[in-house]
């Protein structure tokens, strides 16, 4: 390290490593895009969840509408 002459900040002289900074730098991004995407990873995955269950509660609905028709159905040819 050099020593400053007449006094000052210790900034003005140290070296400054650049790559070292621009790697440090670079991996915060990729931490942070990391983080972004496994955040929204779980939204998306949370969201399809919710519409799985409203496709199988639509399933049952036309399964159930479909057996209350076939016993109607039975139900008015066992009265004939």
Same mark, same amino acid.
């Given at each position: ?7 000052? @900040? ?24 990391? @983080? ?27 399964? /159930?509408?479909? +057996? ?6 039975? +139900?008015?040819? /066992?009265?004939?």
């Amino acid at each position: 390290m050099i020593q400053p002459r007449n006094g000052g @900040s210790r900034f003005l002289y140290d070296s400054f490593d650049v790559a070292s900074a621009r790697i440090d730098a670079n991996e915060r991004v990729a931490e942070e895009r990391w @983080s972004a995407l496994e955040y929204r990873l779980g939204q998306i995955e949370s969201t399809l969840e919710r519409l799985e269950r409203r496709i199988w509660l639509g399933v049952y609905g036309v399964a /159930a509408f479909l +057996l209350t028709q076939g016993a109607e159905a039975v +139900l008015r040819a /066992a009265m004939r």
